[in-house]
């Protein structure tokens, strides 16, 4: 959406691609958890296997990686962390200002979740926080960069 904002200063243009990056964004996320997910458990069961030649373990499917529920997980966590930025502008109609809100409410939801991630993660509150905040202000700036660049080069 930022990147949109970069070459477009319609609120309802940045809001549908708004929209369209969030419903496109959860599937990908889902369907990426899904198939990494199955072949972590695709090589866990062939482990499995090879080592219960001998052994019975009844309760084997318990520990088994659970893809639908990567899957499911990975494109609601998308869709949350998305919707908030996205709610934040739907309604202001000043071009800077919506920029300028999208970059600071998308910075607070990255800081959110990075705090989140370390805590349940249980790494360092501030090195786990940083690194999902810098890694998205790193996406936004790319994203924001490169189609102000097309948009300037295109015409």
Request: with cysteine; aromatic share 8%; proline share 3%.
């Amino acid at each position: 959406m930022i990147g949109v904002g970069a070459v477009q200063s319609s609120a309802k243009t940045m809001a549908v691609s708004g929209l369209a990056v969030l419903v496109a964004g959860a599937c990908s996320m889902a369907i990426g958890e899904f198939v990494s997910v199955y072949a972590q458990r695709d090589v866990e069961v062939s482990t499995m296997k090879i080592r219960a030649k001998n052994v019975l373990n009844p309760n084997k499917d318990e520990s088994l990686p659970k893809p639908f529920q990567a899957a499911i997980a990975s494109a609601l966590a998308f869709c949350v962390g998305g919707v908030v930025p996205l709610l934040s502008v739907a309604f202001i109609t000043d071009y800077a200002i919506r920029v300028v809100v999208l970059a600071v409410v998308s910075s607070v939801t990255l800081t959110a979740f990075g705090a989140i991630g370390a805590y349940y993660g249980r790494t360092p509150l501030v090195k786990g926080t940083l690194r999902v905040l810098i890694g998205g202000w790193m996406a936004m700036l790319v994203t924001y960069g490169l189609l102000k660049l097309f948009a300037t080069i295109s015409g």
